[in-house]
Each structure stands twice: as structure tokens, then as C-alpha cells.
């Protein structure tokens, strides 16, 4: 097996790189327990300078982090840029308010003396998906690195340039060698490394498959593991909803990243009064939208691998063969890159793809409903539970749909995202354990009680 660098836009091969064997990684393992050794006992100042040296280079080399992550990944450039932004701003939210949410506290009302500490739990494992190869990364390895762990990575296969660039950057900003880890491995390898003593715990982004495997694998060797996961994330449109901010905000949210987000607005759920107003304008919307060189427009990218667009046309084919219609798109564009029209489907009969899966792309499926609790059961009859959205002048009304859905996210009125603030994370299929901050930055610590 090789990571295999290439451009999702003409599918041209950039670089190969070789996968290390367990030997090696078993060397590199022990390099970064050693760092562990003295890392954990640097103050949260001394780590925030490190973070802040960091989150300073991503800024410097915004124009070239940018270029690798769309030349190997196909987003955008412009949605790379602001990738790199986000993630800068994170490590400098981290590196600032680490210390508050790790000191030493106590319980109100203990009948007993005691202060509870967080401490560092070891060396972290951390894989991670292509689709948005810096912020993925760095969301995971920021608090963890703050609360006094040491990290090792596994990128995606397919951005092995992004890699190679951020690991010079931690270099480049000082951190001891072995601090941050990263490592070119197969899936088999990726098991041992779970397995070996060295490791303390796991953090995946991924699939259902990839997190159901990794979750077995933590489990056997009662290792902590945090899983997110796919999602499939309603937006549910009211009568009273400001149509227009509906409209921007559900278009932007689908269609950033070309669609390969696990968090974007994928089933629209429109309320019958402003069904037919809202579909016209959408369609309107989606027809301006067009596949786009990622390098010089804003618009649809390719999807990141060949097989990823060919998955996508047969998940329309099938749910278009099982009774959905397409209001517009529906195919993947001639050519040599992974191109997919930006589509609607409507009419989604619930034994499709498109009612019951993930499309991971730049499809918005279309549903219509009379009645709240209508919208509500729809919205839920889903194995995912990442993100909601719910656009209504209605607050309370709003706050009450809220607390029914069964997802770990609900925006009233803006657009899902992930925000170093508040907590992220899924519940049913897409997973479980929280990134992002104070709840983030305690999964990887060892909450220890002393009583005196």
C-alpha cells in the first residue's frame, strides 16, 4: 500500500509514499512516550508558546498549505484559506484558555476536604479523514497537546502532502521532537498501533466502518476512544422562517467542501405553506452553482477520489430507480476529475439512499411535510445524530423542536459548524465523546480525586 497524492480535478498522480512497517512505528511510538516524559511537565504558558508559534506559521503559510490541500483534496482554494484561518484561531483559543479549563477545582458541596486534578493520560493516537486535512488535525491535537499529551497521527492516504507540511510546521515552531508523531500506515498497522502499551488512548473522524473497528479495537484494550462519525443532517424550514437566510444558509451549508462535509445541511424538510416557494427559489439558487478548476473559482470542486464520485452516482441511480426525481443535476460530469453536478432530488422514498445514507456530495435531498411532529419524525428517522438546523422566527417553538431531535447539535437560524467554543461531537451512528472545549479537552485526562 502507498498514500498516493493525487488531483482529484484531472486525477493526474502527484507522489507516492511508502507505508512504515510495525518496526517502525513501534520506534517512532517509543520516541514519543519518551517526549510524553517531559512534555507533560512543561507549564500551560510554556505549551501556549509552542501553540502560539504554530498557529503564527499557518498563517504565514496560508497560501501554501491552501494550494497542497486543493491540489490533493480538491476543495476550493478560497474554502482552504479559511480552513487554515479556523485553525489557527483554534490553536490560539486553546493556547489561551487551556489553563481555566484544567486547573484544580473542587466539588460544591463535598462533605470532605479534596481538589480534583486533570492530568495527561500519555501518548494519544489520532486518525483522521482527507476532507479537511489541517482542522481535523489540529481540533484533535490542540487540546490534547495543551492538557500535557503527546500525539501521533494517521492522515487519510490521499493527502500526504498536507501531512508532511504540517508535521514540518511543529518543527519548525520547536516542539521537542516526538511531541507531535506522524506516521504513513495501513489499516493493519493503524490496529497495532491501537494495540501497543504505548498508546493511551484514540480519536477518530472517519466512517461508520472505519470508527466501528477502531471502537473494537480501544475496547479490547481498554483504551478511551472518541468516534466522529457520518452524518445526515436535517434542516427543518418553517411557515414563519426568513426564506431568504433559509435559502443562503442551507445552499452554503451543503455545498461547502463540494459537499464532503459531515456536518452540511443534507435533507432539507420544508413545511407545506412555503413548500413550493422555497423549492423554486432553491432550484434557482442551485442552477448558478457550477464545477469549478478549485484553483481559480468558488463553486463545486471534485469529490476527493474517483471511487468517492462513482459511490455517489450510484447512490442517485439507485434512490432515482427506487422513485426519486431529480428537480435538477443528477450526473457525474464527462471528463477526467471527479466532478458531480450539484443536484436536488425530491420525491425520496424511504427505501433509497438518499433517504436512509450519507451522500457525501453535492446533493440536497428534498422532503415536505404538513405537520411538526411530522417534521420532527422525519428528521430523526435517521441511524445518524450529528447536527440539526431550524429556521423559524418562533423561538420558542424553535427551543421546543430542538429539545425532540436527536442529534448533538441544533443551529437555530445559522449555519452547523464546529466552533473551538462550544462541544462537538454525535450521537447514535455518528459516534460518541466530544471534541472542542472543556469537554474536549478533558477526554484525554486522567480526572484524579484527592481527598485530605
Keep these: 500500500m502507498f498514500y498516493q497524492s493525487i488531483n482529484p480535478a484531472t486525477n493526474q498522480l502527484l507522489h507516492s509514499f511508502s507505508v512504515q512497517s510495525l518496526q517502525q512505528a513501534a520506534t517512532e511510538l517509543n520516541g514519543a512516550a519518551l517526549a510524553f516524559s517531559q512534555w507533560k511537565n512543561f507549564s500551560f504558558e ?186 445526515s443532517d436535517a434542516m427543518l424550514v418553517l411557515p414563519d422562517a426568513d426564506l431568504n437566510l433559509a435559502l443562503k444558509t442551507g445552499v452554503q451549508s451543503r455545498f ?30 442551485v442552477q448558478q452553482w457550477r464545477c469549478v478548476d478549485p484553483m481559480k473559482e468558488q463553486g463545486i470542486g471534485p469529490l476527493a477520489r474517483k471511487d468517492l464520485v462513482e459511490k455517489l452516482e450510484q447512490q442517485v441511480n439507485e434512490s432515482v430507480l427506487s422513485g426519486a426525481k431529480i428537480l435538477t443535476g443528477g450526473r457525474r460530469v464527462a471528463g477526467p476529475g471527479n466532478y458531480f453536478e450539484p443536484t436536488i432530488l425530491t420525491h425520496i422514498p424511504a427505501n433509497s439512499p438518499a433517504y436512509t445514507d450519507e451522500l457525501f456530495g453535492p446533493v440536497i435531498s428534498l422532503f415536505v411535510v404538513k405537520t411538526e411532529q411530522e417534521a420532527i ?23 421546543r423542536i430542538a429539545a425532540q431531535l436527536e442529534v448533538a447539535q441544533v443551529y437555530i437560524n445559522s449555519l452547523t459548524r464546529s466552533i473551538p467554543e462550544l462541544p462537538f461531537g454525535g450521537t447514535k451512528s455518528s459516534g460518541y465523546g466530544r471534541e472542542l472545549s472543556s469537554f474536549g479537552i478533558r477526554t484525554f485526562v486522567n480526572i484524579k480525586t484527592i481527598v485530605f
Design 256 to 285: 461547502i467542501n463540494s459537499g464532503q462535509a459531515c456536518n452540511g445541511a443534507k435533507r432539507f424538510i420544508l413545511f407545506e405553506p412555503i413548500a413550493e416557494q422555497f423549492t423554486q427559489m432553491l432550484l434557482t439558487e
Design 46 to 231: 510554556i505549551r501556549a508558546g509552542y501553540l502560539h508559534r504554530l498557529a503564527s506559521l499557518l498563517s504565514q503559510h496560508e497560501e501554501e498549505l491552501a494550494y497542497l490541500a486543493t491540489l490533493e483534496m480538491g476543495k476550493p482554494l478560497a474554502e482552504a484559506k479559511r480552513e487554515l484561518q479556523k485553525s489557527a484561531f483554534t490553536l490560539r483559543f486553546f493556547a489561551d484558555h487551556a489553563h481555566g479549563m484544567l486547573h484544580d477545582e473542587q466539588m460544591p458541596n463535598a462533605t470532605v476536604s479534596h481538589h480534583i486534578r486533570y492530568e495527561p493520560l500519555g501518548v494519544i493516537f489520532g486518525i483522521f479523514p482527507w476532507n479537511f486535512p489541517y482542522w481535523q488535525v489540529l481540533r484533535f491535537a490542540a487540546p490534547a497537546l495543551m492538557a500535557g499529551n503527546a500525539v501521533v497521527i494517521k492522515h487519510a492516504p490521499n493527502v500526504p502532502q498536507c501531512a508532511l507540511k504540517l508535521k514540518e510546521l511543529f518543527t519548525t515552531a520547536g516542539f521537542p521532537e516526538g511531541v507531535y508523531t506522524n506516521l504513513f500506515l495501513d489499516n493493519e498497522t493503524a490496529a497495532a498501533v491501537i494495540a501497543h502499551p504505548v498508546i493511551k488512548g484514540v480519536s477518530l473522524t472517519g466512517s461508520e466502518v472505519a470508527g466501528s473497528a477502531v471502537a473494537a479495537q480501544a475496547g479490547k484494550y481498554i483504551k478511551p476512544s472518541v468516534l466522529e462519525l457520518g452524518g
Design 377 to 399: 419524525a422525519l428528521a430523526n428517522d435517521t441511524r445518524f445524530g450529528l447536527d440539526a438546523g431550524i429556521f423559524t422566527a418562533d423561538m420558542e417553538r424553535a427551543q
